[in-house]
């Protein structure tokens, strides 16, 4: 019996391949990510500020951080493989930032495009209140619960 490779068994062969490495792809995709933006090895909690979406499930909405600094949060494969989800946490070195949020309800979305200076060791939570057809979108200290940073253009924003 001949035991050699036919074009048969090699096309065999790479279809197996090329589904084990779209089922990783998409398994890999699952987990909404926190994502580090900022080059160089991840530093210490008291080091880096952290700024965090938030899910509301008795609504089916939450608010995923699309951009920081004009950088997306997440490529394109794991923003299509988390059915269409921002990262929910970034980690960014202390000083100011462009934070662009985005608010997911059902069907609908706003966008929040946000400022802050951040402070090593803190964590700030992207907020939101729906006021009739608009939405308001802040950034508050996790531990302090102070509103802080502003929409970026406003008069408040440091050059």
């Not at 036919?6 to 065999?12: A, D, R, S, W």
């Not at 909690?45 to 509301?56: E, K, L, M, V, Y």
């Not at 090593?120 to 200290?141: A, C, D, F, H, Q």
């Amino acid at each position: 019996m001949n035991c050699s490779r036919t074009p048969f068994n090699n096309l065999i062969s790479i279809r197996i391949a090329t589904i084990l490495s779209l089922v990783t792809i998409i398994i890999s995709g699952c987990a909404t990510p926190m994502v580090k933006m900022y080059s160089g090895a991840k530093l210490p909690g008291n080091q880096q500020a952290t700024i965090r979406g938030s899910d509301n499930a008795d609504k089916n909405s939450y608010i995923r951080i699309a951009r920081v600094d004009d950088e997306r949060t997440v490529d394109l494969f794991t923003y299509l493989f988390d059915g269409g989800r921002w990262a929910y946490e970034v980690y960014v070195l202390p000083g100011k930032h462009h934070i662009v949020a985005k608010k997911d309800i059902g069907s609908q979305f706003a966008w929040g495009h946000l400022w802050l200076v951040a402070d090593p060791g803190e964590t700030y939570i992207v907020k939101v209140r729906s006021e009739g057809y608009s939405v308001k979108m802040w950034l508050e200290n996790e531990r302090t619960g102070q509103k802080v940073g502003g929409i970026i253009g406003d008069n408040s924003e440091p050059k």
